[in-house]
């Protein structure tokens, strides 16, 4: 039942006190007491207005021409998953990865694994972890290419894609979306999160936005043993990718990420006026005969 409440008109005179006017008005501005839907026999002890139902007026339409609305239809798509696997190095991604992996596989699932063609430090069809273990993968150039280069039919047929070393991968954003939310794989992330400057590294906290879960690893300073967050370059290069192992990084806490920082910078000062002291002394010295 609907109702509508009735304002005591105390700074306009109703328009019943202007019956000469109100003959003229329109039917929509009527008074409340001319409405044909008003069912109230007395406004003046009545606060509210009790209004008909308005299936009076929907008995005039005629029942062949009422139009129920479309069944919406929901599509039933796949429902895919994606898990990120971020640290410094030594931090034992790959190897959370290839357990993730062989878990997958023990479970009865299809499975395969991708890694950027550009790490070639251990097997260039292999993903080996610093450990030793191994596993086959495909090494690509890019993500792109993965469903042309196994089959469409077995790509359709995978329910697992592993990706080590995805800081690589500069269509690593693309290829998540595509593979989790419109083929329903469940795709498993292991890389870098930051470069030896702390800086973000590819495409990896990208996908973080996209990630069912994100598990953040941690390594052993190599100074004091305490957890470390950060990879420390050792060498002089300043490009970010640089592929390298235990001669090239370390992982390091936050103290001795910035200590180390120093002492490399030291290092480098040093070898830098050995070098100019070296090339002064030769061109100082005589020819011998």
């Known amino acids: 039942m609907l109702f509508m409440c009735k304002m005591n008109s105390l700074f306009v005179p109703a328009l019943s006190n202007f019956p000469s006017f109100s003959k ?21 002890n009545s606060h509210f207005l009790h209004l008909k139902p308005l299936s009076s007026f929907a008995c005039s339409m005629s029942t062949s021409s009422k139009v129920s609305a479309p069944r ?15 640290g410094p190095m030594f931090a034992g991604k ?11 596989s023990n479970n009865g699932r ?15 069809d292999s993903i080996v972890t610093h450990d030793g273990a191994k596993l ?12 042309e280069k196994i089959g ?22 693309g290829f998540c979306c595509k ?25 990896v906290l990208d996908i973080i936005p996209l990630a069912d879960s994100v598990t953040k690893l941690t390594a052993r300073c190599e100074f004091c ?25 370390m992982p390091v806490c936050r103290l001795h990420y910035f200590n180390g920082q120093a002492v490399i910078e030291a290092a480098r000062i040093v070898l830098e006026s050995q070098s100019i002291k070296r090339d002064s002394y030769l061109e100082a010295s005589p020819l011998s005969n």
């Open 110 to 124: 299809s499975v395969a694994i991708i890694k950027s063609n550009k790490d070639t430090r251990y097997e260039l």
């Open 72 to 86: 919406m239809e929901v599509s039933r798509l796949p429902s895919g998953e994606i898990h990120v696997i971020i």
């Open 136 to 147: 086959s993968c495909w090494a690509l150039p890019d993500l792109s290419s993965f469903r």
């Open 94 to 104: 790959t190897t959370a990865l290839l357990r993730r992996i062989q878990s997958e």
């Open 225 to 249: 043993g305490k957890r470390a967050f950060f990879t420390l370059r050792k060498t002089e290069q300043t490009q970010t990718e640089l592929i390298g192992g235990p001669d090239v990084y």
């Open 179 to 203: 593979a989790a939310d419109h083929d329903g794989k469940t795709v498993i992330v292991a890389g870098l999160d930051g470069d030896y400057m702390r800086r973000s590294f590819g495409s």
């Open 24 to 44: 003229q008005i329109p039917p929509s501005y009527l008074p409340f007491s001319e409405y044909p839907f008003c069912t109230s026999s007395s406004l003046k």
């Open 152 to 173: 469409v039919d077995v790509y359709d047929k995978l329910d697992v894609i592993g990706i080590d070393e995805a800081q690589f991968f500069e269509d690593l954003y």
